[in-house]
T-cell receptor, first 115, second 112 residues
């Protein structure tokens, strides 16, 4: 069964460094998302992406964040200058349809630790 | 309460018993989705119920949706130790660009 994959599974970085989190959505999906989950807290929406542009972004998704779909398969989240509070599990998700049948499938996550 | 709040926060049952958890939300939705998360791991999609549906089944899972009360329930029948996990509801709010809003989850412990 097709699934969303994410790399790396765990990333440790120093504060102020740039990180790129990578995702390969399910191949026939058209809508892509990033969410994050700070330890012990709810899963929070960051950004949605469709037709090679951002559809919506949350307040968390400030100028330090960017997303890109550099080719036909990868979907990346870049954090330009990481802060301690960026430490979280980051999930990529994808869906084929919007609206009533927007069944979002999530990857296994990347645990980002900022020291 | 916030959009997508689960109740109870934690549930402890014996293997073989049924587990029921509820989710309440505040605004009109396209659909409501339930996910399972094992400790520190990814989110596994369990079931989606559309706003025009009232009940849906998948294996040992039964989900109901009451749009008049803005609530949903997830029932796991004949629970197994492997069902131990956190369960989250997530709402796809109309006019909100298909992003999902998650609740805080119900932690379920199934004792063998």
């Amino acid at each position: 069964e097709p699934e969303v994959t994410q790399t790396p599974s765990h990333q440790v970085t120093q504060m102020g460094q740039e990180v790129i989190l990578r995702c390969v959505p399910i191949s026939n999906h058209l809508y892509f998302y990033w969410y994050r989950q700070i330890l012990g807290q709810k899963v929070e929406f960051l950004v949605s992406f469709y037709n090679n542009e951002i559809s919506e972004k949350s307040e968390i998704f400030d100028d330090q964040f960017s997303v890109e779909r550099p080719d036909g398969s990868n979907f990346t989240l870049k954090i330009r200058s990481t802060k301690l509070e960026d430490s979280a599990m980051y999930f990529c998700a994808s869906t084929r349809l919007a609206g009533l049948n927007n069944e979002q499938f999530f990857g296994p996550g990347t645990r980002l630790t900022v020291l | 309460s916030q959009q997508g709040e689960e109740d109870p926060q934690a549930l402890s049952i014996q293997e073989g018993e049924n587990a029921t958890m509820n989710c309440s939300y505040k605004t009109s939705i396209n659909n409501l989705q339930w996910y399972r998360q094992n400790s520190g791991r990814g989110l596994v999609h369990l079931i989606l119920i559309r706003s025009n549906e009232r009940e849906k089944h998948s294996g040992r899972l039964r989900v109901t949706l009451d749009t008049s009360k803005k609530s949903s329930s997830l029932l796991i029948t004949a629970s197994r130790a492997a069902d131990t996990a956190s369960y989250f509801c997530a709402t796809d709010v109309r006019a909100a660009g298909n992003k999902l809003t998650f609740g805080g989850g119900t932690r379920v412990l199934v004792k063998p």
